[in-house]
């Protein structure tokens, strides 16, 4: 008999997205997306971190002041998008635990994705996210706000030993 506690797709591709976001260096908030197709394989992942030849260390990370992260950082969706490098996304779906900005809804838009799923939105309130909110409507790209029935997947990398 099969077993049963298997993770679902859901808990699967935004468990990757979160692993992903686990590569990043920002020490605020870290974010990772997945983009995957309608056969449910994966196209891409990406976090949110600075572009390439743009080192962590000299780069600021700060959030204030006049040389801030803001100015450098490639957002998580933004790089999963890139990082298809040139494949097809349409008709795909974009797992991302924070609600995207609205530069990555103008991306995800062009770029064919038909879905955003999330986690959670704690930027709600700010004019970007209720941009976001007008142009993901207006395109028809549906976003759904995932409701985990576990709150951890635990890695273990010993588990086999
Ligand atoms: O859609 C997004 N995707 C994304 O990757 N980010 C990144 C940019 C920054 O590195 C970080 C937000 O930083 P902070 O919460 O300190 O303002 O998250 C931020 C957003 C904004 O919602
Ligand atoms: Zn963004």
Redesign the pocket.
Known sequence: MKREDYISWDEYFMGVAVLAAKR?K??????G?CIVNKSKRILST????FPYGCSDDTFS?D?EGEDT??QY???????AILNAHGKSLEGSRLY?D????N??AKAIIQSGITEVVYLYD??AD?P??IA?KKMLNAAGVRTTQLNLHRDTITIDFNRNK
Do not use: I
Not at 26 to 31: A, E, F, G, I, L
Not at 73 to 79: C, G, I, R, Y
Not at 98 to 101: D, T, V, Y
């Open positions: 990043s920002d020490p605020n908030t870290q974010v997306a990406g976090y949110n971190g990370w959030r992260k803001y950082v490639v957002h998580a969706e933004l790089n991302v924070l609600f995207p900005c530069e990555c704690k930027y700010e970007e996210t976001s």
